[in-house]
């Protein structure tokens, strides 16, 4: 995947693509839940299904995973609170805004569940 080195970065923070998440899909361990969280949410932006299959912790990864949908534009990220169970499982709230085709926007609100195993963070699932 080519992306100009200048690009902001999808998921909102205020640094280019590959100071941030970009380095996550490089192969840099993400610091925190946080950090994976983000860095999975520009992987849906730039449809980058191998590492959010990379990211998704082996008890709950589907078998395959589809991120192209025709017209599907992810339009910003929001992360809201998100806490420690632990020093190895921790929360993210966030809401994503996307447009599909020339439609109206949605918005996935999602509080999703993070673990730590071997020094790397995985993504678990949503909560309820």
């Known amino acids: ?10 998921c909102g923070r205020s640094c280019s693509y590959v100071d941030c998440c970009g380095r996550l899909h490089a192969g840099a361990t993400a610091d925190d839940a946080e950090a994976l969280m983000r860095s999975r949410y520009s992987a849906y932006v730039l449809g980058n299904a191998e590492y959010l299959m990379t990211t998704w912790h082996p008890s709950t990864r589907p078998e395959s995973l589809d991120v192209d949908e025709p017209g599907l534009k ?33 918005r996935l609100h999602e509080r999703s569940r993070f673990v730590r195993e071997d020094g790397r963070w995985f993504y678990l699932d949503a909560e309820g």
């Open 74 to 106: 992810w339009l910003g990220l929001d992360v809201k609170p998100h806490w420690n169970d632990g020093p190895d499982r921790a929360g993210v709230e966030f809401v994503a805004r996307y447009r599909v085709g020339g439609g109206k926007a949605g």
């Open 1 to 10: 995947m080519s992306i100009d080195p200048k690009t902001p970065c999808p």
